[in-house]
């Protein structure tokens, strides 16, 4: 039951039927009401109220509510002061009627939301009650309304008797309370979620939709509601509010969303700048819809219409209505709000006191006409404007449809009523083409009205097919999937990970032998949806048994020490195939067999290429039907990456389903493309990524360089001692090798190399030729066999190693400023520790324990460690702390002789502890200050202040390393392999910042369009050798922001290839004198002195003399 019993409890009244189709006269509709409202239970009340329900339903249907008197018998007892039975009967009985009716005849919503606008307010009115039993139910009535409508009747029926109720606020608080309660249950009905079924999900989506259109009206009610003076109300209001901004769907606006409801709440100068600030630190990509306008609107008037509002918010506003205009992709949205915003910038443009202000708000009232204006800018920007249908063009069709099939019974106010609640409904199935919802909301509210019985189906089935025939002729006919291929995969499914839905009710197809790119920015969940169908858990995908699928990624976690083939061969799966048929498939991916071949050397010795190629090779032998591959060309060289593509292509009987941010590899190998679409869907676009950027203009950043969507702002290294000259050398490798443990030949062979401030060099060679190996020994992340490393004592080093993530692996349970605050929480990186050069061997802790005497008189001591550094000729000299002595005993030993009596690796812990804290000496580490480096490298704040480490994409666990590596404020940065796991737009991103930034560079890339847009100077890693290649032309036109050329290709680089290296890395300028001589002056004598002195004065006596304006003659001693 709906309400408590009152205290006697008696036999509900039976009430005889009358025959079906046989209309009940008055008496008995009197008699059953009086029964109704004299029930001395709820119990009583309510069943009367079902039995009057269905008599009506089984004879006249609605006609009866208004013909009998029902709802104005409700109203008079609803309004009863001296009978709460009464009150509360009239509340069972509108409820009973909610419940009864809407599901048997539809047009009975038409009743009690159009044609009396008075039964909602009743209910809302009597939550004030001083009963509980009659608040109990009232809300019973709300509720059951609720729960029959559809999205269609929620929006054009209940929403628009919320909104005059709330304008009104006559009511009492309780009713207000309620009718925003409804608007929150709306919202949070409109919400994405798990589960259900797909029409459940086109019904959210389409109320989404439609509310989000509505939030102009909805949000000056709420934010109104949060300045009453009823608590109540006003915790409501904020409680709505943040509902109804789950409307939005946009990325850009949602992280800022808090902050926005705050300045509402609380509407001072101080929030609004903060809000105007968060949101001109915001880079605007997703297209700005009217919902997030709405929302937008209201604060940015505010902004621009205070005659007290500061130059630079100012500023800030203007700068944030020009970005959201350029987003406005539909003149109709744009002329509904930017008109409120267009007399404030006009308003800047004619009173802003700086010029620069005057000068954007004159940019930005330009931009704003052309949106409003101009529809074909529309489709300069990828969009076609394609005309909206309107409540009057549906009423149009419908008239006709129902002319049709007969017409109706009568032309009565309720049938008209009826058309134009029909046709608001069409207006948004059509305009959001959910085309298949038409005949459902014409055929049910027609049924009984009509004059031939069965015509309301004919009418709903022609007016449906009326608009699937106009929105083929708008968009197109849909892609036919007869197609004659073998459909080996078709299925619906939803996808979350970690709490955050990433695709919703959304569709996968693959048909055999195809291949498909799979495109999206990062953390859309790309690599999550790949996991989801290895691991079995994707709704719909086939298993294991019917569809053999392999997941070939970047593992890095294989059994280091046992060979490659009995790697191999381990696998249970393909140990059926039998060791020479494993070796044989080895063998065709480049694994040589034998005792002296690839096959016998360990898994932890290969490079991070060649450990993707052996995820391949046990793909092949597990025979897969669906490969699925994670960025596979990341750690290949080109060589290898041509052998993918030709294997690819060639295996006509394996689909693939790829993501890659290579560009040239996806326009090679794919058939087809699935995009993440707006709304968390996926689409499909036939052709590789060429085709596909056709199809959509707005990709084209896959291939260009650009920041324009992330922008990562490097800091400027600062200042390294003693090193005036950009090309001196700063880090210098001299006759280096290096041999892995067990490895019988040298990874490096007598390397000899150097880097400075100006290098922008890039490390190129095969798979496993030791590129990694070399920039390793360079940092110092591992020890030469023989040779020596010099690194200036004061150099800070960022280094990003090959496989990133090993840098954040060890801390997945922390947030990303967690991370960075661990990291240097000691004034240093505890990462440089964690080097093997940096970690002390049993030989190191003996050299700490042995006597030192220094021939001083004082004799032998132990050093307990170094206290400071000082410079001390062209080195340093240290402050060494002796065991048991005093601090003022402590001794200056210089940096060559501590070395040469075996302290290298305390020399260099000190040298890192200085670099760090001369880095950091203008770092401070807080919270704050590490959001915004992290904002700087195009990482969220929100997600680095809030989202555990292991909840990432790894695209974002690439921005915390890269962001982990800059924070002291390095002089050199060594990249390795910078390109994986960054998406096209972080790509360009991280090219514009490596351009722009101030230090020296050294990476490793197989992506020839990275390195050639950067890189002039290129080091060759083969066979372990090491040869230099001088001075490349770089691609600056890769570059979106480059200046555009001449139209001419010419020939011939720019720069001509040198068969020596470059002065910048020849060490030309360290020790040697200079190749040639300058002319030696003569010193002159005292007479030539006098003399030079006396024809300057005479010059000068001239130009004295000299008509005014006359330029003042050269002081020079050159007399020629």
């Known amino acids: 039951m709906p309400h408590q019993e009152s205290p006697t409890h008696e036999m509900p009244t039976m009430i005889s039927k009358a025959p079906n189709g046989v209309a009940p006269t008055q008496e008995e509709i009197s008699g059953i009401l009086d029964s109704i409202f004299e029930a001395k239970t709820s119990a009583a009340s309510v069943d009367a109220s079902y039995a009057l329900c269905d008599l009506l339903l089984n004879s006249v249907g609605f006609r009866g509510l208004q013909d009998y008197g029902i709802l104005a018998q409700i109203k008079k007892a609803a309004a009863d002061k001296k009978s709460g039975l009464r009150r509360e009967s009239a509340q069972n009985l509108l409820g009973a009627l909610f419940e009864r009716f809407p599901p048997k005849q539809k047009i009975s919503e038409v009743v009690f939301l159009l044609q009396d606008t008075t039964l909602v307010p009743c209910a809302f009115d009597a939550l004030a009650d001083k009963g509980a039993v009659v608040r109990d139910a009232a809300q019973y009535a709300l509720d059951a309304l609720f729960s029959n409508l559809n999205a269609e009747g929620l929006v054009y029926g209940l929403l628009p008797i919320l909104i005059a109720y709330l304008a009104k606020r006559t009511g009492k608080w309780q009713g207000t309370v309620a009718a925003f309660k409804l608007i929150q249950k709306m919202a949070d009905k409109a919400q994405m979620s798990i589960g259900g079924s797909k029409e459940e999900a086109d019904e959210k989506d389409l109320l989404r939709e439609i509310m989000g259109a509505k939030l102009a009206q909805l949000i000056p009610l709420v934010e109104a509601g949060m300045h009453d003076l009823k608590s109540e109300v006003e915790k409501q209001s904020v409680t709505t509010m943040t509902s109804l901004t789950t409307l939005l769907s946009n990325d850009d606006v949602a992280p800022r969303i808090p902050l926005l409801i705050e300045t509402m709440q609380k509407p001072g100068k101080e929030t609004l700048q903060k809000a105007i600030h968060a949101l001109s630190q915001t880079t605007f990509v997703a297209i700005v819809t009217s919902p997030v306008l709405a929302l937008l609107t209201p604060l940015l008037e505010r902004s621009l219409n205070d005659r007290s509002t500061a130059q630079e918010v100012l500023r800030q506003t203007v700068v944030v209505v020009e970005n959201l205009t350029k987003l406005v992709h539909d003149p109709v949205e744009a002329r509904t709000f930017l008109p409120k915003l267009q007399p404030g910038i006009k308003g800047v443009l004619e009173r802003a006191s700086l010029p620069e202000v005057r000068e954007m708000a004159d940019r930005a009232m330009k931009v704003m006409d052309k949106a409003m204006s101009d529809d074909a800018g529309n489709v300069a920007n990828g969009v076609a404007h394609v005309t909206k249908v309107t409540a009057a063009d549906v009423s149009k069709v419908l008239e006709a449809e129902i ?62 097919q009326f608009y699937v025939e106009e929105d083929h002729r708008k968009f197109g006919q849909p892609v036919k999937e007869d197609d004659g291929e073998i459909e080996i995969v078709n299925t619906n499914f939803s996808l979350a990970y970690g709490g955050m839905l990433l695709l919703n009710h959304t569709n996968l197809r693959l048909l055999k032998g195809h291949r498909y790119g799979l495109c999206g920015r990062n953390g859309a969940g790309k690599s999550t949806l790949m996991r989801a169908i290895s691991n079995g858990k994707l709704e719909g995908f086939p298993s294991q048994d019917e569809l053999r699928t392999c997941f070939v990624e970047h593992n890095q976690g294989e059994d280091a020490d046992i060979s490659i083939l009995d790697f191999v061969a ?71 990456v041509k052998w993918l593509q030709e294997y690819l292509k060639a295996h006509t009987e394996i689909t693939s389903l790829i993501v890659s941010h290579d560009s040239g590899f996806l326009d090679e190998v794919c058939t087809d493309i699935y995009h993440y679409e707006p709304g968390k869907k996926l689409a499909v676009y036939k052709g590789n990524l060429a085709a596909f950027v056709k199809q959509k203009p707005e990709a084209k950043s896959y291939y260009t360089l650009s920041d324009s969507l992330v922008k990562f702002k490097f800091p400027p290294p600062g200042i390294l001692t003693g090193v005036k000259s950009q090309t001196k050398a700063i880090l210098r490798m001299s006759n280096c090798s290096y041999t892995y443990p067990g490895a019988t030949k040298p990874s490096l062979h007598e390397v000899s190399c150097q880097l400075t401030l100006s290098s922008r060099t890039a490390i190129i060679g095969g798979n496993g030729a030791g590129k990694s190996t070399l920039i390793k020994l360079l940092t110092g992340e591992t020890i030469p066999t023989s040779g020596n490393v010099y690194k200036h004592p004061n150099l800070r080093i960022g280094y990003i190693k090959q496989h990133a993530l090993e840098h954040v692996e060890m801390h997945l349970e922390k947030t990303p400023n967690q991370y960075l605050q661990w990291r240097y929480a000691n004034g240093d990186d505890r990462e440089v520790h964690m080097k093997q050069t940096r970690i002390l061997s049993d030989e190191d802790k003996a050299q700490m324990e042995k006597m030192i005497d220094l021939g001083d008189g004082t004799g032998a001591k132990r050093v307990e460690a170094i206290m400071g550094r000082q410079k001390y000729k062209k080195t340093f000299q240290y402050e060494i702390k002796w065991v048991g002595m005093l601090p003022k005993y402590n001794s200056q030993i210089s940096r060559e002789t501590l070395i040469s009596l075996g302290f290298n690796k305390l020399i260099q812990e000190f040298d890192d502890h200085e670099a760090s804290r001369e880095g950091l000496g203008f770092r401070e580490l807080t919270p704050t200050a590490i959001s915004q480096h992290f904002e700087d490298l195009g990482l969220d704040p929100e997600i680095a202040n809030h989202n555990e480490i292991s909840g990432l994409s790894g695209g974002q666990k690439v921005k915390v390393v890269i962001a982990g590596a800059m924070w002291n404020n390095p002089h050199l940065l060594v990249l390795d392999e910078p390109t994986n796991f960054l998406d096209r737009d972080s790509l360009g991103g991280l090219a514009v910042a490596i351009r722009d930034y101030k230090g020296g560079v050294v990476m490793i890339s197989h992506n020839e369009e990275f390195v050639g847009a950067l890189c002039p100077e290129q080091w060759h890693v083969v066979a372990g050798r090491v040869t230099h290649k001088g001075t490349m032309a770089i691609s600056a036109d890769r570059f979106e922001d480059s200046r555009p050329s001449s139209g001419f290709n010419s020939s011939v680089a720019s720069a001509a290839t040198s068969a020596s290296a470059s002065a910048v890395n020849s060490g030309a300028e360290d020790n040697g004198d200079l190749g040639f001589k300058a002319k030696k002056k003569k010193k002159k004598t005292k007479k030539e002195l006098k003399e030079s002195e006396v024809r300057k004065r005479l010059r000068h006596i001239e130009w004295l003399n000299s008509p005014k304006g006359t330029p003042h003659p050269a002081d020079t001693d050159d007399e020629s």
Not at 434 to 457: C, F, W
Request: a negative charge; charged letters at 30%; aromatic letters at 4%.
């Open 570 to 640: 381990k696998d249970p799966e393909i140990a059926k195939e039998g060791r020479e048929r494993i070796s044989e498939v080895l063998c065709e991916v480049g694994f040589t067999a034998g005792p002296e071949g690839r096959q016998s050397e360990k898994v932890g010795s290969l490079s991070g290429g060649w450990k993707m190629k052996l995820a391949l090779a046990r793909a092949m032998l597990m025979k897969a039907d669906v490969l699925l591959l994670d960025e596979p060309t990341n750690h290949l060289d080109v060589a290898n």
């Open 403 to 464: 002319k049709k099939a007969g017409g109706l019974a009568d032309n009565s106010d309720i049938a008209k009523l009826t058309k134009s609640y029909i046709s608001d409904m069409l207006v948004e199935d059509v305009n959001h083409r959910q085309i298949e919802r038409v005949a459902a909301n014409v055929t049910p509210y027609l049924e009984h009205i009509m004059k031939q019985e069965g015509s309301a189906a004919t009418v709903g089935e022609a007016v449906q």
